[in-house]
């Protein structure tokens, strides 16, 4: 194998992927089950499926539920976190109740917001996930701030850092490593919640679409849009390490040089 | 603010007062300390009452548990008082004090991670109002004298842990304090490392005529730095003696520790801390530990 770094990752990225293609290509080939469409077919139909106006009507619909239902959770995950890991007291009287929140599978929760905000809007959709997204970004903020160093707090406190220098330079960065552990959690939680949010008296999205194939029994669309469920969802975790490795070059850093690697 | 201009109209009352009895740049005064929580209270300092001149080096040392930490945190204006006052420039402390500057025995962590040696050192200036040119030039001072220019732009993590407690160092040294405070600063790096930092605090402290008062657990540095050593009781902690370190000012790590003084001053010391250990307190009586 070649010892160049760059194919050797992009080996390693998608040696699986094209084995498990593979498989599925030779399992289904000569398939005449109806729910087992060839994958031939299934890649056939792909193209006419999603690009003839379903981009633009379904799937970024949903993208944009997604990014605006995430963005509201972090905005108010990580102001919310910091607050309440700064105050002890706070954090005291919110545990109970966010343990409890936390505890509710998010999807339970799409009726009951659906019968404040209408079953057929965006806006209950949005709520949905921001709400799903919400815990795991406010928990981990909470963790990441209560959990800093107290030299570096001392540190702070004895240079006489005023407080928004204390919050910029010193609590942010230093939670930064946990946020982003449950900003990767709420995207998860985020990409369910974007689907399953449209299961329920939805007809445009990326999730409503693959539910009316279902039920029309347009199987081999089905699958398509499964496959692009998939698609979406890799992409998504690419660009947020994009973005992590970035932010956090000085934690991955610092953890591998304490790690001796 | 109300509440702000309240408490400067205090302190400079207390100031006006305070100015014309004392001179020295820091004063302790029948300082004490007892942690309570949870149904259990620790009197860590009993009373301890010092003073130090301006452009002291003072050592503090004591048995381990006697409070030295404790003392110098409350020094720092980071723990409250249990009792007394510590007076910094005439102006009692009641939280971190401006003009003073605190060295951290844990160097890996006082240092922010996420910033460059550069951006460490240079926070805080930026807190004091310091422009742009100004903050580089003292920035570049500052790593210049701990002989570590070339390292401005590494992160704290990647250099070693000496490099690390002289970027510290560096931090307090480009604030200009006049008083520096060292808690254990060397205790976790090698015995050459340390040996070079020493020398390193003591150059530093004869070019900036700044006030140190330097924690330690080493008798050897404590007699080999200071120019007094004050010797702590075990807890709860009262002063034991305040040795007077009758060395020449030009020291150097080979004839100052073999000079035959030293020896004394050193076993002196190293008494004075045994009988500390035992439970000896001033006077000559003994309290069961």
Redesign the interface.
């Known amino acids: 194998m070649t010892r160049h770094p760059v194919i050797r990752k992009a080996f390693f990225a998608l040696a699986l992927p094209l084995l498990l293609l593979t498989a599925w290509w030779v399992a289904t080939a000569n398939s005449t089950s109806f729910f087992w469409p060839p994958l031939s077919e299934i890649l056939a139909t792909f193209p006419e499926t999603w690009f003839n106006g379903r981009m633009v009507q379904d799937v970024l619909p949903s993208l944009a539920r997604l990014g605006v239902g995430f963005a509201l959770a972090f905005v108010v995950g990580i102001a919310g976190g910091t607050i309440i890991g700064l105050f002890p007291l706070l954090r005291a009287l919110t545990e109970p109740v966010m343990e409890f929140f936390r505890a509710l599978p998010p999807p339970v929760l799409v009726p009951v917001i659906a019968l404040f905000t209408g079953y057929t809007g965006s806006v209950g959709k949005v709520v949905t996930i921001a709400l799903g997204c919400l815990w795991p970004l406010l928990l981990n903020t909470v963790e990441g701030v209560r959990g800093l160093?107290p030299?570096?707090i001392?540190?702070a406190?004895?240079?006489?850092?005023?407080l928004w220098?204390r919050m910029l330079?010193?609590v942010l960065?230093?939670a930064?490593p946990r946020m982003a552990t449950g900003a990767r959690q709420a995207l998860s939680i985020g990409v369910i919640l974007m689907v399953i949010s449209e299961l329920f008296g939805a007809n445009r999205g990326l999730g409503a679409a693959i539910v009316q194939f279902q039920r029309s029994f347009a199987v081999p669309e089905m699958w398509t849009g499964i496959i692009l469920l998939g698609l979406i969802g890799v992409l998504l975790s690419v660009t947020f390490q994009f973005f992590e490795k970035r932010v956090l070059a000085?934690?991955v850093?610092?953890r591998d040089?304490?790690r001796g690697a | 603010m109300p509440m702000k201009t309240a408490r400067l109209a205090d302190e400079a009352t207390e100031t006006a007062t305070l100015t014309a009895e004392t001179k020295a740049a820091l004063d302790v005064r029948s300082v004490q300390k007892t942690y309570e929580g949870q149904g259990r209270t620790v009197e860590a300092i009993r009373e301890l009452t010092f003073e130090v001149g301006p452009g002291q080096l003072v050592c503090i040392v004591g048995p381990s548990g006697a409070g030295k930490t404790t003392l110098l945190?409350c020094m720092?204006?980071?723990l409250e008082l249990s009792g007394g006052e510590v007076v910094l420039d005439g102006r009692p402390v009641t939280?971190?004090p401006?003009g003073?500057?605190?060295v951290?025995q844990?160097y890996g962590?006082?240092l922010?991670?996420?910033?460059t040696v550069r951006q460490n050192i240079e926070?805080?200036l930026?807190?004091k109002g310091l422009g742009k040119a100004a903050r580089r030039e003292a920035v570049d001072a500052a790593l210049a004298a701990v002989g570590l220019l070339e390292s401005a732009d590494a992160?704290p993590?990647?250099l070693s842990g000496g490099m690390q407690q002289r970027v510290a160092i560096a931090r307090a040294v480009a604030?200009e304090p006049s008083v520096l405070l060292m808690d254990e600063p060397f205790a976790a790096v090698d015995a050459q490392t340390r040996a070079e930092l020493e020398d390193l605090v003591r150059s530093l402290w004869k070019r900036l005529g700044v006030t140190v008062i330097f924690v330690t657990h080493d008798i050897d540095e404590a007699v080999y730095l200071g120019e007094r050593v004050l010797v702590l009781s075990n807890r709860p902690t009262v002063l034991l003696e305040d040795v007077a370190v009758d060395l020449p000012p030009e020291r150097d790590q080979l004839s100052t520790r073999s000079a035959p003084r030293f020896g004394e001053l050193r076993g002196h010391v190293y008494e004075l801390v045994q009988a500390a250990k035992l439970g000896q307190r001033p006077g000559g009586d003994v309290e069961e530990p």
Do not use: C, N
């Open positions: 160093e030299v570096l001392d540190t406190r004895s240079y006489r850092l005023s220098r330079y010193v960065p230093g930064s000085w934690y850093g610092q040089i304490e | 945190r720092a204006g980071l939280g971190p401006d003073m500057a605190v951290f844990e962590r006082s922010f991670p996420w910033m926070l805080p930026k807190e992160h993590w990647q604030y």
